[in-house]
């Protein structure tokens, strides 16, 4: 059984920053990649940040230089801090775990984390 738990989501001013957090706990499953994607109401939903368990990053270009992701690989959490937060940036946030189970590719979400960001 796989689980992806958030945390950290919640209020912020703009120009305020938030932590979020997700941990990835599986037997069995060799995690690959963890990643956040966020969802806003009537909007689809889109990649804001992904990290390898080597470390290569990518982000979403209305990220670049607010949103920070790193990892613990010792203890499959990954976290995004998110600087300079915009109205723009509030969404239900949802982490992504990519793997392997065997010889089968699978990915697992979160149930995602309410980002809130107003003044």
């Known amino acids: 059984q796989v689980r992806v738990v958030e945390s950290g989501g919640g209020l912020a001013q703009p120009g305020g920053s938030l932590r979020l957090s997700c941990t990835v706990s599986a037997s069995r499953f060799r995690l690959y990649a963890m990643g956040w994607y966020r969802q806003a109401p009537g909007e689809e939903r889109e990649l804001v940040a992904r990290i390898t368990m080597s470390g290569n990053t990518n982000y979403a270009d209305f990220v670049k230089g607010r949103f920070a992701i790193s990892r613990d690989s010792a203890d499959n959490t990954v976290y995004l801090q998110m600087n300079n937060l915009k109205p723009e940036d509030a969404a239900v946030y949802s982490c992504?775990?990519?793997?392997?189970?065997?010889?089968?590719?699978?990915?697992?979400w979160g149930r995602g984390t309410q980002v809130t960001v107003s003044s």
């Open positions: 992504n775990a990519e793997g392997t189970i065997g010889d089968g590719v699978v990915d697992y």
